[in-house]
């Protein structure tokens, strides 16, 4: 489970949305590749806003898809999703254009990592990982689209500065935060005093299958006796 839990922190928001910051202040540097920054930046936090939405409406008023086992949107899928695959692509944009397809496509197979780890540390059900690199996949995407317009050319020392980062941070950092932030503006937002769980959710879902199968019995009988 060691294993898991280093890959699921390169899906950390506290430790991608540093990187991608600073490749996005590169990016907006030139005027050439300003406009695909601002859509980057952009796509991300809207994918961002998603995110948290999804997550407050089933922490704080239940709202969620039981018979799929979906609770939110993966926060870590989604960032991943939406970070690596132009990051990796903006960094290797000095090399061939099959070289920084390869990233590109590194960047995804990273995201869909750190995807599985979720599932595999029964943090997410396969839905909620499935929504999120959907969703990250779409922010990144739209970015990446915007980059074929214009030749993407990066300072050396961005590229080293990104690989330090994501080579130190994951053993370093502290426990991320994010999702203890989340409860606490959803319980302020609903004005609930206990956060909904998935529990809850699986529990009230169990109870109403219990309630259609005496319904369906019943029913049955009855048609039997006629």
């Avoid at 609770?71 to 989604?78: C, E, F, K, L, Y």
């Avoid at 997410?124 to 959907?134: D, K, P």
């Avoid at 409860?183 to 309630?211: A, H, V």
Wanted: with cysteine.
């Amino acid at each position: 489970m060691q294993y898991w839990d280093l890959i699921a922190r390169f899906g950390e928001l506290q430790i991608l949305l540093p990187a991608a910051l600073l490749v996005a202040l590169a990016l907006l540097r030139r005027p050439e590749t300003r406009a695909l920054a601002l859509l980057w930046i952009s796509s991300l936090s809207a994918a961002l806003v998603l995110t948290t939405a999804s997550k407050v409406a089933f922490i704080g008023w239940g709202i969620g898809w039981p018979e799929l086992n979906f609770t939110g949107i993966s926060g870590h899928a989604m960032v991943a999703a939406a970070v690596y695959p132009l990051l990796l692509g903006s960094l290797a944009s000095r090399g061939t254009p099959r070289g920084r397809a390869a990233a590109i496509g590194v960047g995804y197979a990273m995201a869909l990592l750190v995807g599985i780890s979720r599932v595999a540390l029964s943090a997410h059900s396969a839905s909620e990982v499935f929504a999120g690199l959907c969703v990250g996949g779409a922010a990144s995407a739209l970015a990446l689209d915007e980059a074929r317009l214009a030749r993407v050319v990066i300072n050396p020392v961005v590229p080293a500065a990104v690989a330090l980062w994501l080579a130190l941070t994951p053993g370093l950092a502290p426990a991320s935060q994010t999702h203890s932030a989340v409860t606490r503006l959803s319980l302020m937002l609903s004005g609930r005093e206990t956060p909904y769980t998935r529990s809850d959710m699986i529990e009230e879902l169990r109870s109403r299958q219990k309630r259609t199968a005496r319904t369906n019995r019943a029913l049955a009988a009855l048609s039997a006796s006629r």
